[in-house]
């Protein structure tokens, strides 16, 4: 397995994980290819895939605005689960940010995700169970 920045040519296959893994994504929102490709020029080095013969089983997204980190749209594929792609794919991506000068890293996480939270915990996150997360949105799909 090797984990490496993806492009936009790997829209498609990124788009595909993401259903595989029935992750909730926004293919007409922050989602969408024109989007992607827009968040990739401004930090090409926000996306990293794990490949297994040039198969994309593994991805994340980043995004981090001066201050704090985030970690999104981590999914791993279902046949390749449980082999540590998911904890290698944040341990990357913790290098990513760290080397921009981010010390806070954080993921948003649905209660109900047992496997993530188990995961985000394994690798030293702690749990606040004390805020609640408030957003405003144009729209549904954004
Ligand atoms: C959550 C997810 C990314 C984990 O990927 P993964 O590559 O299987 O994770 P890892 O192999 O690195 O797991 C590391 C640890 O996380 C925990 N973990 C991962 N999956 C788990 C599961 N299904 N149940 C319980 N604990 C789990 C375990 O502690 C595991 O260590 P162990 O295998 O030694 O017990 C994957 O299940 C997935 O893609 N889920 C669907 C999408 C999703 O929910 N993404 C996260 C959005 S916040």
């Known amino acids: 397995m090797e984990i490496r920045k993806i492009t936009i040519n790997h829209y498609e296959e990124l788009v595909n994980l993401w ?3 029935s992750l909730p994504f926004k293919p007409k ?3 969408s290819k024109e989007a992607i490709a827009k968040q990739m020029g401004a930090n090409p080095e926000f996306f990293l895939g794990a490949f297994e013969n040039r ?3 593994g991805a994340i997204v980043l995004s981090s605005d001066g201050r704090k980190g985030w ?3 981590l999914a791993v594929d279902p046949d390749f689960r449980r ?3 998911a904890s290698a794919l944040v341990a990357e991506a ?3 940010l760290r080397d921009q000068g981010v010390k806070i890293f954080c993921a948003l996480i649905e ?3 047992e496997a993530s939270k188990r995961l985000f915990r394994k690798l030293g996150y702690v749990e606040h169970r004390d805020i609640i997360y ?3 949105r144009e729209s549904d799909d954004v």
């Open 19 to 21: 259903q595989r893994a």
């Open 29 to 31: 929102g922050r989602d």
């Open 55 to 57: 198969r994309l089983v």
């Open 71 to 73: 970690m999104n749209r």
């Open 83 to 85: 082999r540590g792609i």
């Open 94 to 96: 913790e290098r990513v």
């Open 111 to 113: 209660d109900e995700n």
């Open 134 to 136: 408030f957003s405003k």
